[in-house]
Every structure is written in C-alpha cells, then in structure tokens.
C-alpha cells in the first residue's frame, strides 16, 4: 500500500510533497499516529483486552517529568476514566500544575475505548452497576471494576514506576457514578476519587447502599459540581456528600464537595481536578485561597 502511494505522488507532485505523502502512507501502514512530538504526553500506549468481556481497552500512559523507570522514585498514579477525551486534556493540566502550583508529578493513565461510536464506547454499560431500573445491556460496572482491579493496575504498576499506596480515580458525568460507586466496592483499591458532575442514575439507590469493609484509614473521595449543571445532577452530588459526610455513616473516607462557580458539565473538568488536586495533596502543597 505504501509503495503504491508514493508511486502515484512521485509522478504527479513535485519531490517535498511526494516525500510528505510517503511519511504519511508510512503512518497508515503502521495503523497509528506518532504523540512523539507530543512531548506532554510522552510516555507509554498498550492495549489490555478485558477477559471477561472480550473488549479492547486502549491504555495511555503519560509520563512525570524526568521520569526514570530505574529509579528508586515511585509515583502517583491517576486513572482517567473515558480517556479518548480526559486523557489528552487532563495529562498536559497536571504537569502545568506541577510547574505553577508545585502539585507532585504524578504517572496519568488514560483507558479509552478507541472512538466515541456507542458500538465501541461502552461507557452506559461499564459505568452503571446493576439496579432496579437499569436495562439489560447496562449494569456491567462490577465487571468493569474487576477489570481495573485485577488487569488494569497490575500492568499498569508492572510496568511503571507506580506507587500502590497512591492510585487514584477521575470520572466525569456518567464516570463519575462509577468512581462514586466503586468507593462503596472496593474503598481500598483508591487512595484518591475525583467525580466530576456524576449523573444521578439509573441505579441511583447504589450510591447509598453500605460499604464494602476497608483496611486503609487515609481514603479519599472529592466530587465537584458545576452550578450551570443540571439540577438533578447538582442534586445527586449535594446529596450524596451529605450522607457521607454524616457522623452516623462511618464512612472509610474523608469526602468533600467543591462547588464550581459557573462551572458546566463537562467544559469545566480542569479547574474541577486542579481545585480536587489541590485538596488530595493538601499536606504536600500550599494550595491558593479560591
């Protein structure tokens, strides 16, 4: 395919353009487009299929600056949800942060589907745990957690510099359901959860079932929520941190809410994790008075 590309350019555009045209058929024939020149996204891409689904997760990994897989350094780690969007914004946000704000550098991994196409972005499946008024095809959130728990970090903290003691999860919108609900799960698999904006349901009443039971005393969970969001959204978000904030509910984390003054839904996903950043590393930082 490529030979027959640059074949049919030489004879028809001058030498510069043919020699453009063949760097490009050489990309098509390697099936991907280089983040080489990307330099706030270096780092690592494997693709992970889930064994119990059969699904093709791709997995992006950027990493901190002056990083050093030999190293004694182990690093956080922040697991974005719905990478095909998150990955590339929130990546570039964390190591600006590190520059103005001295926010500890940390290892952002991206788990994207491969396109937005609802034959290939299974978000409504693996995003919802199973309820009373979900369909069929939804529910499929703890088998999606058993694939971050068992596949996902694994490799991820295989392969990298990663340290266990420092994992964290960002969601966004439907995402941020499940970072919620996985806290209830599985409280100990994440230090830190940031859900931005949850949707409300379906399977809301899984937000308020009990908790799972934990080890760890230093556990986390931020929500923020935007008010130019939905009001049943802004709902879901007030009412949920005030039922785990509450004294009777024993929670296995430390929760707060930060409210995003004019914040939409999704647009204001970088402030909502620099202000949700700010209060995780607290004791690491001297974080700004907003």
Not at 242 to 253: G, K
Request: hydrophobic fraction near 40%; avoid cysteine; proline fraction near 8%.
């Amino acid at each position: 395919m490529g030979l027959l590309i640059l074949w049919l350019t030489s004879t028809a555009v001058p030498a510069d353009a043919a020699s453009l045209a063949g760097a490009a058929a050489d990309n098509v024939v390697q099936d991907r487009v280089p983040l080489d020149y990307l330099p706030a996204l270096k780092g690592d891409y494997f693709p992970l299929t889930d064994r119990a689904s059969g699904r093709v997760h791709h997995v992006y990994v950027r990493y901190p600056e002056g990083y050093d897989a030999t190293a004694a350094t182990r690093y956080p780690v922040v697991y974005v949800l719905d990478g095909d969007s998150l990955f590339p914004l929130l990546a570039p946000t964390h190591l600006f942060l590190h520059y103005d704000e001295q926010l500890p550098e940390a290892i952002i991994v991206g788990i994207a589907y491969g396109g937005f196409d609802p034959a290939i972005n299974k978000r409504h499946v693996d995003f919802t745990a199973p309820g009373s008024d979900t369909t069929t095809e939804q529910g499929g959130a703890p088998g999606f957690l058993a694939f971050l728990r068992t596949q996902v970090v694994p490799e991820v903290e295989r392969r990298h510099a990663a340290d266990p003691a420092r994992r964290m999860l960002v969601g966004q919108s439907r995402a941020g359901y499940f970072v919620l609900w996985s806290a209830l799960q599985d409280p100990d698999l994440f230090w830190g959860r940031i859900a931005s904006n949850p949707s409300p349901g379906p399977a809301r009443e899984q937000l308020f079932a009990r908790s799972l039971p934990h080890t760890r005393d230093d556990l986390h969970v931020v929500v923020a929520s935007g008010t130019r969001d939905t009001a049943e959204r802004q709902r879901i978000a007030r009412d949920w941190t005030t039922h785990w904030m509450a004294p009777s509910s024993v929670p296995p984390w430390q929760v707060t809410l930060l409210t995003m003054q004019d914040g939409t839904h999704a647009a204001t996903i970088g402030e909502s994790y620099r202000r949700a950043m700010f209060w995780l590393f607290r004791e690491d930082i001297a974080a700004p008075v907003d």
